[in-house]
């Protein structure tokens, strides 16, 4: 990104993105932006804001901004400084929404917790630190369905540890056992299929980039730990 100026974006005012099709103007940023990005760049599209001029370039389920001219690239977050709503956080969490409903459920351990109402589902890697203290919150919480899907990136020996728990007697058990108290499960028949393969082609499809990824059931998610008062907010904003 040679000879691009990365400026933190900060706007007032609130106003809703256009939903009309593609204008000339912003087709013909799109065309300039995406060879200056490096190569290999993939534009998907670009949107001009009600903020100062700006333009939204969205590269997956990235955002950063750019002038109408595509001179300057800007890169951070939109902010209103007189309430502190992160307008970029509003538009990241729209464009990567899944339908939670159709998540692959048999595909993950389940643990219900009281009237099991409040649903997650949480992509985990069995060597993931953070994933573990996410999982300390979750032992504090009641009246909580968690799927976890076993999502391993991180190391070696995360698909092995994996397929031991999911080819436990008590796959939740043994779950906890490893997370909780650095028990290990032990090793899997060679006859037990674990569905690995399937979990890690979902998080790639999801574009899951990091451990723990929290889904909730209005489809947006939140990437990495967050604590029990987090949590709790978090619910009591669903719908």
Known sequence: MAKIKFITAVALGLAAFSALAQTPQEAAIKKMIEPRLGEGAKVDSVTKTPY???YEVR????????????KYLFVGRILDTQTMQDYT???????????????????????????????IAVFEDPNCGYCKRFRQ??????NITVYTFMYNILSEDSAVKSRNIWCAADRNKAWDDWMLNGKAAPAAPESCTAPNDKVF??????????????FFTDGTRVPGAIDARGLENKFASIK
């Not at 590269?59 to 595509?70: K, L, M, P, R």
């Not at 979902?202 to 990824?213: A, S």
């Open 59 to 70: 590269i997956g389920s990235d955002i950063v901004y750019t002038d109408a001219n595509a």
């Open 89 to 119: 956080k509003a538009r990241v969490d729209e464009i990567t929404k899944i339908k939670f409903s159709d998540l692959p459920f048999e595909q993950a351990l389940k643990m219900v917790k009281g009237n099991g109402k409040r649903v």
């Open 201 to 214: 082609a979902l998080g790639r499809k999801l574009n899951i980039t990091g451990t723990p990824t929290i």
């Open 137 to 142: 919150t979750l032992s504090t919480m009641d």
């Open 52 to 54: 100062g001029g700006l």
